[in-house]
């Protein structure tokens, strides 16, 4: 039987002597596995359009256990990306925090929405490389359900004062004056308030204007420093596109 979904390709491992296993990020079915046959034999026609980060309309012949790629209508191929090295490390990184977190058969077109928003980022440019990648970790943990408590403490639960700068990356939320002076303070980090304002509007706002704002630099190294702990701190998980990513500066 022949079905289409629309979705972003998120890793390609070979199989065989020329074919593909290719990882989609679907709107329909979540995240699912697609044989590409024949996708590494040369002029065959699946070869470009079965790339990490395409994005597209995949016909799938769907067998007793598997899906079988019949045909993909690529709609962006992110080709931008593909030219610059950081960029081709950002994204790969994006493609393998999804891949972790999604699932089949989960409805994931909030996570797929994520990241496609976060590789038009990388592609427009108007947003450092390292600010799209903590508003993409911490939006993540949003979708996951696990998102930071911010306008009450994290442990009495008491309303969060405006001033307030504490925040606790273990327990998962901005902490009162009283509670940060009881924590021990590796536990506490101390926000900027523009850091703080900025965390609320990554966490709240619409995906299409995610990607939408400019921070100073001193306020882009606390969420870069806060959104990788707060990250690692949820999944207990080092993904090997951290490491790539400690090569480059942006």
């Known amino acids: 039987m022949l079905q289409n979904v629309s979705g972003i390709v998120l890793s390609v491992m070979p199989v065989g002597d020329y074919d593909r296993r290719v ?4 709107k ?3 995240k699912i596995a697609a044989f590409a046959r024949g996708a590494r034999r040369p002029g065959n026609n699946l070869i470009a359009v079965t790339q990490p980060c395409i994005f597209g309309e995949f016909s799938l012949f769907s067998g007793r256990d598997s899906f079988t790629i019949s045909e993909v209508k690529v709609q962006e191929y992110f080709s931008e990306i593909r030219e610059d ?13 999804a891949d972790f ?3 089949e058969g989960n409805d994931e077109r909030e996570m797929m929405k994520l990241l496609y928003t976060a590789l038009k980022a990388l592609v427009r440019g108007q947003m450092s490389r390292r600010l799209v990648r903590s508003v993409f970790e911490m ?3 949003v979708i996951s359900g696990e998102g930071p408590m911010l306008n009450e403490c994290v442990v009495c639960h008491e309303k969060i004062p405006e001033d307030s700068r504490g925040f606790s990356v273990l327990n998962g939320g901005a902490v009162c004056e ?7 303070v590796k536990d506490v980090m101390v926000l900027n308030p523009s850091s703080r304002y900025a965390l609320w509007f990554i966490c709240s706002t619409p995906a299409a204007k995610l990607f939408s704002f400019t921070v100073s630099p001193e306020v882009e190294d606390e969420l870069a420093a806060l959104s990788a702990e ?10 090997k596109g951290e490491k790539l990513l400690e090569l480059i500066s942006d």
């Open 101 to 103: 977190y999604t699932k």
């Open 139 to 141: 939006r993540t943990c």
């Open 28 to 30: 329909e079915k979540g």
């Open 85 to 97: 090295l950081d960029s081709v490390y950002y994204a790969m990184y994006f493609c393998e925090v």
């Open 178 to 184: 009283k509670c940060r002076e009881k924590l021990p």
């Open 23 to 26: 990882t989609i990020l679907t």
């Open 230 to 239: 707060y990250l690692f701190a949820r999944v207990k998980h080092t993904f």
